[in-house]
């Protein structure tokens, strides 16, 4: 596969089965079994409970469950950005480990960008994605272009092959540009990355704090 090439980008999962397991946001009380779950693959993450807590609290559809049955097989947790958010994060400046509140969507607002903050799944519930994409694709998300920050080249694998690029050339942070918020038939590699800013894996795993 070529360095600019993908094999199905993001707003495209969402046409895709999910016969294997079950996703659903996380109810408050099973956050500490999320984070547990988490920690197993990222040990960093066994203090993180209050703030996911926190996060789930500003706004219910940030952190998501994989089931097979009743077992927990992975998690999908977001930042909600507001404009503020999304500023401070282009910027740098943007405290991963305790996410500030008035940074973030509430649950009724229309939500600017979308940070992917963490992400851990068995192999197998790795469909559980594609239900994700589906949910994002609502009126309050989709044109909130994603970011994440892929540290590793697996991490980086992964995010690149659903079209997560770069905001700027050496750039940790990778943004996928949403196909609403592009021309027709305009890659997410075409897009330039002025069009970022505020105003215009067995198991995988990537981490709160990256």
Known sequence: MGQNEMRREFDDLCGLPVRRVTVNPAP??????VVQFAAAEIPALAAAETAVLRVQEQHPESVWTFRRDSELVGIYAM???NPAGLERLLAGRFDFAEPPLDLLC?????????????????????????TIATRLQGPRYAKA???????????QRVDHNVGFRPVQPGSELLVYVRQRNRPI???PAAHTPAAHTPTAHTPAAQTLAA
Request: charged share 20%; no cysteine.
């Open 145 to 155: 272009n994603l970011y994440a920050r892929a540290l590793g080249a697996a991490a």
């Open 185 to 187: 038939g305009q890659t």
């Open 106 to 130: 509430g649950r009724d607002d229309a939500v600017t960008a979308i940070y992917k903050w963490a992400v851990a799944f068995r192999r197998s519930a790795a469909e559980g994605a594609r």
């Open 79 to 81: 930042l909600m950005l």
């Open 28 to 33: 408050l009380a099973d956050i500490a079994g």
